[in-house]
């Protein structure tokens, strides 16, 4: 039965829709005791998977069902906020329905980051992912609400087309849609009556972790909403400094109050990730390779910079771009500890979602985005080839074939260890295969008006 759930979540390009879009068939090849569904959402303004949770409910319970059949797990577990209270309702009466004891409702704290993995399966079991670990460490798979949805479509032999996602911040009417994959952001803000200011910047994600993205950037499996804010928000500023600024910053005003490793969730679980000594290091010019490599202990959270650090510093910026270097120098984590207790002040120090709020000053924009079920019919899409770990998906159709939605239009490479298979996401014709597929809506006909 396994290897039935892998194939099919394979053959329709299921991947992680919450994170970096791992590939789910990888993560079911596995064996473990718990399997927790991560509905927790815990970015500020966003608010596709409480709707998913809330709209999809039957299919969230269906794939978590799959996902402990493959992989033998004997508890399944929804991580969720008790705020989200449409949610619950639906998915306690899914599981009502399903009858099967063995799994249930976990009630999150409303904290950031409720949703990080490691601090998901913390939260849930009391294990501790050891430093540089996965959540199968310590015998835990843990995929998001949607991926689930997404994994109960596959068992019905229905591929990854769609996207649920939030539009919100400066738009004149915030909302969660399922767009199709390979729409332009700028398609997906006008669904939301466009934007609302003039001089405006995009994020991709949310505003802890996303980034910067332009308007003709498209809609991928991974995507998780889209933030319109004016060009001058503080929390577009801190995204858009340079590193360099980023570093001279750090070299100039860090005072080393360690306010950023106090508010580190991965400190806080008992991993050895210290970002002031790494700012140490970075500012003062300190030798300390132990306190650098750690950065690749980071999961850029973000909580250093936008609640740890009052001098407006970003440790994130800098472990990530750490990170980037040692990798490309081809240093691999050194830090293996594995770890049993939590540090005591953890339950002092989690982060009020409510407040991280208004420290990024984004009170204005923290309300309902609810989900529009009307059809969104784009002109045209682009698949990215690339928008999953692994290797880019290989083309199996060419400029001017017709496709239908859902049909197959780029698949795994031959030997590769990791990718994705790719669908059609609107029924049409190929114009472009370059690092992605084109699909323009209709067929050639029916567009030219013969
Ligand atoms: S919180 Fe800011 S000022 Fe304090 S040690 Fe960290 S980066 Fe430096
Ligand atoms: S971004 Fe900052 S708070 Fe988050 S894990 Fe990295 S060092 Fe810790």
């Not at 396994?2 to 390009?13: F, L, M, S």
């Not at 601090?119 to 949607?146: F, K, M, Q, S, Y």
């Not at 006008?190 to 996303?210: E, K, Q, R, S, Y």
């Not at 989900?371 to 698949?383: D, I, M, S």
Request: charged share 20%; glycine share 12%.
């Amino acid at each position: 039965m396994q290897q039935e759930i892998i194939a099919a979540v394979r053959d329709a390009g299921v991947v992680g829709a919450g994170g970096a879009g791992f590939p789910t068939h990888i993560k079911l090849n596995a064996m473990v005791d718990t399997v927790i569904a991560n509905g927790a959402e815990c970015e500020p303004l966003l608010r596709a998977h409480q709707q998913v949770m809330a709209a999809e409910s039957d299919k969230v319970v269906a794939g978590l069902a799959a996902v402990m059949l493959a992989t033998g797990a004997g508890r399944g577990v929804i991580g969720l906020k008790r705020k989200y209270a449409d949610a619950a309702a639906k998915l306690t009466a899914a599981l009502e329905k399903l009858g099967d004891r063995r799994l249930e409702l976990f009630f999150l704290p409303d904290f950031y980051p409720a949703g990080d993995e490691q601090v998901l399966v913390h939260e849930v079991t009391r294990r501790i992912v050891p430093e540089g670990g996965i959540p199968l460490n310590v015998g835990a798979v843990v995929a998001n609400v949607e991926t689930l949805v997404n994994v109960a479509g596959a068992l019905a032999g229905k591929a990854v087309t769609g996207k649920y996602l939030t539009v919100t911040g400066e738009v004149a009417q915030p909302l969660t849609i399922k767009a199709p994959v390979g729409i332009s952001v700028r398609a997906a803000i006008a669904l939301a009556g466009g934007a609302t200011v003039g001089d405006f910047a995009i994020i991709d994600g949310g505003p802890m972790m996303g980034k910067l993205v332009a308007p003709e950037a498209v809609v991928t499996k991974t995507t998780g909403g889209f933030i319109v804010l004016p060009r001058h928000h503080p929390v577009i500023a801190q995204k858009a400094a340079s590193l360099k600024i980023i570093a001279n910053r750090a070299k100039a005003a860090c005072c080393n109050c360690r306010g950023c490793t106090d508010s580190c969730p991965r400190y806080l679980l008992g991993h050895g990730l210290e970002p002031h000594r790494i700012m140490q290091v970075i500012g003062g010019g300190l030798q300390d390779s132990a306190a650098v490599t750690r950065a690749l202990l980071c999961s850029e959270c973000g909580a250093c910079e936008a609640y740890g650090c009052t001098m407006g510093l970003s440790p994130r910026r800098i472990n990530a771009e750490l990170k980037a270097q040692l990798a490309k120098a081809g240093v691999k984590n050194p830090h293996r500890a594995e770890i049993t207790q939590a540090r005591w002040e953890r339950d002092y120090r989690r982060i009020p979602t409510k407040r991280l709020v208004a420290r990024l000053g984004l009170e204005k924009y923290d309300r309902p985005a609810p989900l529009v079920t009307a059809g969104v019919a784009p002109a045209e899409v682009r698949l990215p080839l690339a928008q999953h770990i692994g290797a880019p998906a290989c083309p199996v159709v060419r400029i001017g074939d017709q496709v239908a939605a859902g049909d197959l239009v780029a698949v795994i490479p031959q030997g590769a260890a990791v990718g994705a298979n790719l669908h059609a996401s609107i029924a049409g014709e190929i114009f472009a295969v370059e690092g992605f597929i084109g699909i323009r809506a209709g067929n050639r006909a029916g567009r030219d008006g013969q």
